[in-house]
């Protein structure tokens, strides 16, 4: 039987930079855009060779990217070796096989090793497909005279084919024409395959949504493997220990994120070629992983848009490196920026809870008051505030947005010190222009800011003014919208309900 798992992509909404170090929080949307992966045995049977040889088939499959890639797997040290002609790889499956399947072999018995060589010996069959919105598909937009709006978008192919330019004359590797939306493509897509493989090979047992919407999610321990494994996976692949925020909310969904100390993978980096890896993974399985997550998620009738001006990406690892180096070259001002990002943070983090808690008490009045200010602008909001619960909505909005304006402030201060384009003048313009239209309550860049996205959060359904305007100015509203839910299993095929949960956010839009 197939394994389907998916894995959310994500909008740091807070924390950009602050969220490096501990113990600076960050708010992050996981989002309805997913990565998925397809396990299944590769043959029918046991393969009298592969048992004879120690090794079992590994088949890769990227039909976006029209590659396919073979591999054998050492089943005495569990690692892969490609046989494939091609010289692309992906490091982050890669990794992700290996780990899990090391996963299965520090946790099982005996019995359990048994028949997970028997069902390792059938080999291997992933298949990888990433949403059209971890994607740029602007320039086709463009190049077919289409308006730049979602509904273009969504006249694309589900798992829409990506292309890539010749190389160059030194024959340096291949450059996708493709390029991506900041939504945390890898991070998402090493959860997806580390999940499908650890419910393929028994260490786990997840469920799907529709599952946890009946009977309600079981307990945590399960993802807390899966949280594991992918975030070793993903930090070996990419060279280095990130925050993880990225595979976190891939794991749990939304929600508030203090990174974990990097020592609990020292024994991951450390490692010599003669450790074994099912003692690497045990090491890191038992480690004492020390982030925060608390569940979090934007108030009800508020909605998540995602912005692509096309001004051209920015170079995250470059701009955390300048922003270090400032750090270090002037200790005294970016400790006192940090303090009011952090203070900015925390208190927006509060006005969106306290509107929660608001919604619970009083739907009715909050539902009544989120309606009647997504038809005003921001500076006439406090007109409609006739009663003290009205006011207590209102006052709660206003300081959300006082909050983001704050921490708008002191990016845009942090990157001139440090000589980088956080917040661009392009995007600041953008950015005013948004807050001031009705129904707004906040825009800003997310992550490490530069010229890759927008977002904006607004009020009931004053959305669909916003892609109309920003479509106005040249910017292409993705059809990307929060949903806090993390990984999960699925029931069908990615590919047959795509299309139908595009037309449905068109028409939310």
Not at 134 to 147: C, D, G, K, T, V
Not at 280 to 298: G, M, N, P, Q
Request: charged fraction near 20%; include cysteine.
């Amino acid at each position: 039987m197939a394994v389907m798992a998916s894995a959310p992509g994500k909008v740091l909404m807070t924390g950009g930079y602050l969220v490096l170090e501990r113990p600076n929080a960050g708010i992050v949307l996981s989002t309805n855009a997913r990565f998925y992966a397809i396990v299944k045995p590769l043959h029918e049977e046991i393969i009298p060779e592969s048992w004879a040889w120690g090794w079992a088939d590994v088949k890769l499959t990227s039909p976006q990217m029209a590659r396919e890639s073979m591999y054998k797997l050492s089943l005495k040290n569990l690692k892969l070796q490609s046989v494939s002609s091609s010289e692309s790889r992906n490091p982050f499956v890669e990794y992700a096989v290996e780990y899990a399947i090391a996963a299965a072999h520090a946790t099982f018995d005996k019995d359990k090793k048994d028949m997970l060589q028997k069902l390792l010996l059938k080999g291997l069959d992933i298949t990888i497909l990433g949403c059209n919105e971890f994607y740029s598909y602007r320039n086709q937009i463009e190049a077919r005279r289409l308006p730049l709006t979602p509904e273009s978008l969504a006249s694309l192919p589900p798992f829409t084919s990506i292309t890539f330019n010749a190389e160059d004359s030194i024959g340096e590797n291949q450059k996708p024409e493709v390029a991506k939306t900041g939504l945390g493509s890898s991070a998402a897509m090493t959860t997806a395959v580390v999940a499908a493989l650890l419910h393929y090979l028994g260490v786990v047992s997840l469920s799907s949504f529709s599952e946890d919407q009946s009977h309600g999610r079981k307990d945590d321990s399960d993802l807390d493997i899966v949280h594991v494994i992918a975030q070793t996976a993903h930090c070996i692949a990419q060279g280095k220990v990130g925050s993880g925020f990225d595979v976190s909310s891939a794991v749990f969904g939304s929600q508030r994120y203090v990174r974990f100390s990097p020592e609990v993978l020292s024994s991951a980096q450390n490692a010599g070629m003669a450790t074994p890896l099912t003692e690497i993974i045990y090491d890191v399985l038992k480690a004492k992983w020390d982030h925060e997550r608390t569940k979090f998620s934007l108030p009800p009738l508020m909605t998540l848009l995602l912005g692509e001006p096309g001004s051209g990406g920015s170079s995250t690892p470059s701009m955390v490196g300048a922003v270090k180096k400032w750090q270090k070259s002037d200790p005294q001002n970016s400790l006192e920026t940090w303090k009011k990002l952090s203070e900015g943070n925390s208190a927006l983090e509060m006005h969106l809870n306290t509107l929660c808690k608001l919604a619970e008490r009083n739907y009715n009045v909050y539902e009544c008051v989120i309606n009647a200010l997504s038809l005003l602008p921001a500076e006439k909001w406090l007109e409609r505030a006739n009663e003290p619960s009205q006011a207590d909505i209102v006052k709660e909005l206003l300081g959300a947005r006082d909050a983001m304006l704050g921490i708008r402030y002191y990016m845009r201060k942090m990157g001139e010190a440090a000589g980088i384009p956080i917040e661009p003048e392009s995007q600041t313009h953008l950015l005013d222009t948004t807050m001031n239209m009705e129904g707004v309550l906040l825009a800003g860049v997310p992550g490490a800011g530069g010229f890759d996205a927008v977002f904006a959060v607004t009020l009931g359904p004053s959305s669909k003014n916003v892609t109309k305007t920003w479509s106005s100015l040249n910017v292409l509203a993705m059809l990307v919208t929060e949903d806090p839910r993390g990984v999960s299993l699925e029931d069908h095929d990615p590919r047959a309900k795509e299309i139908t949960a595009a037309v449905s956010l068109i028409q939310l839009q």
